[in-house]
């Protein structure tokens, strides 16, 4: 098909997978610094942070796991680790999808912690599940112009820009412990998105920071959580307010200052967090969806544009609770003294019936003082299934969803049974995939002879359009519609008529 036309390029840009796949890593504490490990208390595993490259067909995922654990050493004394490992895996996907991205990173949550002390080695083995993701970019090269006796059916489309947005900001929050503080044992934060807002130039990003300090003051263990909300605008060069933006906050770095005067420490807590988005500009362009001609037959070709709609965010939240019972030949417990989360992972977000269904998994360490006036711990497991209505939700839609705990708090029910609420916020992110059809070349065939008939009738299905009439029957839109008055667009069922002027014989 060769014409003198002038063509127009679609350009679409979208988040897109790549590929999954789960990968153990194990940590190995030697613990022999610090007097050894004679009971484990408590055991935090996480993803600091991860990196992606291409490695031939496949892409090689890089990433740093921090393991927290607390334990009374041999003289009875408790202390913790901090620890940072490294440890990389590959992860296989569509090789062609690959080659269209400019961008690519990975997303790790860990499944599953299993710990278990050897002499004075901790060892902490993580299952953790990894997806690759990133900004696919395609183009679809479509026709502009056609001769004037064809006839066309043109839409306004969207072309979908995805803009990488990047930021750091910091957060500082000071605690008067009203104690003197011996050392601290556990440092553990998070943050979730609670808000995006797209303006001239700039985004303002909202949410809240989480962080949890367990430490040692005046010969006791205490625990102090944090809900600390922020608000940040970030430079965008080009961004507008009918922009979308799709963030995610990290903490990058963390540290706590230990300052005040004797009696009344203060904890200095500083944080770097990491801001990391997409801003999907929307621009139109109006594309040729289908062609005819009253007079010659057309040869058409087709091209597809495909791409992810960005449809916005929701904020959710609720209340999760669960329990574990000890077991009959320990002491049984008189008062708790620290929670932390070992692992909290969402596991599934879909859309059912209308609701939104979430479902996941908080698992705890309750560490609690017995009756012996022993310090102790249990793991207490929350499995959860959230359903959430209030809003339209589309089940051929794809939905990410961020979790973080607000609020984290234990209470003995009974002697041997020890309870667990937590408040989840939710951060849930939702795009759709489409598709734009559109003529990418044509050519004219042989020539429609019109002296055979003056006058052609058209039984219409219900709902047809005028375009798809008018297409069946070679008929102007304008001409059907004046011939028929009671034709509108989107067909009741009904007999179309159409009267042709014949032509005259030489």
Known sequence: ?????????????????????????????????????????????????????????????????????????????????????????????????????????????????????????????????????????????????????????????????????????????????????????????????????????????????????????????????????????????????????AVSVMVSDSKIVISGVEGDNVLCLQFELVCNGICYITESQTVILDMYSPNHKLEMEYCESNYNEYLGQTSLSDKIIGSAELAEDIAPAHKILATTISRQVVANTYIDNGMMMVEGLLACNVIYEDANGDCCSIMVELPYSLQFDGASYDESASYICESMIEQLYSKIKRDREIEVTAMISLYVMCDKPMTTKCVCNYAKGEEICAEEYGMSIYHSTEGESLWDIAKVMNAPMHELARQNANLEDGSRGQNVVYYRQLKKSV
Not at 76 to 96: A, I, R
Not at 166 to 194: P, Q, W
Not at 229 to 236: D, L, R, S, V
């Open 1 to 245: 098909m060769e014409n003198e036309l002038d063509f127009l390029e679609m350009k679409n840009e979208s988040v897109v997978k790549y590929g999954k796949t789960s990968a153990t890593a194990q940590c190995n504490i030697d613990s022999s610094a610090k007097g050894g490990v004679s009971k484990l208390l408590s055991v935090t595993s996480s993803v600091a942070s991860a990196s992606v490259e291409r490695a031939g067909d496949v892409c090689k995922v890089t990433a740093t796991l921090n393991c927290k654990v607390i334990f009374v050493n041999h003289d009875g004394e408790m202390d913790s680790y901090d620890y940072l490992s490294e440890f990389s895996t590959m992860v296989s996907g569509d090789v062609k999808v690959a080659d269209s991205m400019v961008q690519m990173w990975a997303m790790c949550n860990v499944l599953d912690v299993d710990s278990s002390v050897r002499g004075d080695l901790i060892a902490v083995q993580s299952v953790i599940s990894i997806e690759v993701v990133g900004v696919c970019a395609t183009t679809c090269k479509c026709i502009a112009n056609t001769d004037e006796d064809t006839l066309v059916k043109t839409e306004s489309v969207p072309c979908q820009l995805a803009t990488i947005l990047r930021d750091t900001f910091s957060i500082d929050e000071d605690y008067e412990s009203g104690a003197d503080i011996e050392k601290i044992l556990f440092f553990d934060s998070s943050c979730i998105v609670t808000g995006t807002q797209a303006n001239e130039g700039k985004a303002m990003v909202s949410g809240t920071l989480c962080s949890t300090v367990v430490y040692m003051a005046d010969g006791k263990l205490c625990s102090k959580s944090f809900n600390i909300p922020f608000a940040e605008e970030i430079a965008m060069a080009g961004m507008c307010e009918c922009d979308k933006l």
